[in-house]
């Protein structure tokens, strides 16, 4: 037994009659189409009830057969999709006949087809007949293609945020050309076009993503890694331009060329300080939220302490290269920086052991 299955994903024989669906029969589905195109000769729906019909009528002398509409819903696709799933239920579940089943289905257009999957699953299908004004043929096709491009949120950011950017640069170019600027338009422009093929050239907008993530937790969630790390890249910035203030300053002081050692030990002569600040903060930052986090050990707090023993040991090597410290001081200094690393690592490790002991026995 063939069955003709006219397919009405977004409910308009539902919305605009009276009927209730599914429909099933010859003279009920012909009257649906007549109630269709009397409530809305414009919908395209009529043509594929009308064209069940006609299918019905050509196929009857050959075979059995039976023709029938469903129909689902003005929600999202998927909803829609299990709504057609459950009518074609019913009307399987309605057939007198001892025949295997097979179906044609009738659709309006790309949009409907997307319940095909649904329909297969269901009863073997033979066949797909679309059914379009011949005027608009490709115009729906091209309509829901466009639509499900705009609705995925990936293609729709690749080809929007760049063509939102070239149409950006008309009314830029005229406010920079009122303002004096001509130039900065198109910088600002390239440069805009430039960070984002880098973007999705290295895909780099899910790190991104997570970035943002991670610090909107943070701000919620009240950890103080949050203030600390603003604190620690401040800092950084400062050394940065410290170091490069300390080189000018070393330039203008000797005569002629430095050399790459004077140049290297200049920079880090006067970051390490503020490079150093920014670790410590970071890293209490980080241990004050493992410890509010019931995840503390013992063995965290070793990171300051190494931090200010590296932080020391790079100030002194820097002031020796620039003539700032005699030898025995960097002797000093270095011995002080191993010595500061091995007596935190030995204290914290007794610490940890004793202390977790202890915890573990108190527990027991």
């Not at 696709?77 to 799933?85: I, K």
């Not at 690749?158 to 920079?176: D, E, K, N, S």
């Not at 986090?293 to 290269?321: K, M, T």
Request: hydrophobic residues 45%; proline residues 2%.
């Amino acid at each position: 037994m063939l069955l003709v299955l006219c397919v009405d994903l977004d409910d308009d024989l539902g919305r605009k009659t009276s009927f209730d669906t599914p429909v099933v029969g010859r003279d009920a589905v012909e009257d649906a189409a007549v109630a269709l195109a009397t409530a809305d000769p414009e919908d395209s729906d009529v043509n594929v009830i009308f064209e069940g019909v006609h299918l019905y009528d050509r196929i009857d002398a050959e075979e059995s057969v039976e023709v029938a509409v469903v129909t689902g819903n003005e929600g999202d696709d998927v909803s829609a999709n299990r709504e057609v799933g459950e009518e074609v239920d019913t009307v399987l579940a309605g057939l007198t006949t001892s025949e295997e089943v097979n179906a044609v289905i009738v659709t309006d257009g790309a949009q409907d087809e997307s319940v095909i999957p649904v329909i297969r699953s269901r009863v073997p299908v033979d066949g797909v007949r679309r059914v379009v004004v011949r005027q608009a043929q490709d115009l729906e096709s091209m309509y829901y293609t466009i639509k499900q491009v705009l609705n995925d949120p990936e293609t729709r950011g690749t080809i929007l945020v760049p063509l939102g950017i070239l149409l950006l640069i008309y009314p830029l170019a005229i406010v920079a050309d009122w303002v004096g600027l001509p130039g900065t338009v198109f910088g600002g422009t390239s440069a805009l076009l430039g960070l984002y093929a880098l973007f999705r050239g290295l895909g780099l907008e899910r790190t991104f993503d997570r970035l943002a993530e991670t610090a909107r937790n943070g701000l919620y969630a009240g950890r103080v890694t949050l203030i600390t790390y603003v604190v620690a890249a401040a800092l950084l910035v400062v050394g940065g331009v410290s170091g490069v203030e300390t080189l000018e300053s070393v330039q203008n002081h000797y005569s002629g060329d430095i050399g790459a050692i004077r140049v290297l030990a200049s920079l880090m002569y006067g970051a390490v300080t503020w490079f150093t600040a920014a670790g410590i903060t970071s890293s209490l930052g980080q241990i004050t939220d493992e410890y509010l986090a019931d995840q503390f050990r013992w063995r965290y707090l070793n990171a300051p302490f190494y931090v200010l023993a590296i932080g020391g040991v790079l100030h002194a090597v820097s002031a020796y290269f620039l003539n700032e410290v005699s030898l025995e001081y960097l002797a000093g200094m270095l011995t002080a920086g191993t010595l500061l690393g091995l007596i935190s690592t030995l204290v914290f490790a007794i610490a940890e052991s004793r202390f977790s002991r202890s915890g573990q026995a108190r527990v027991s």
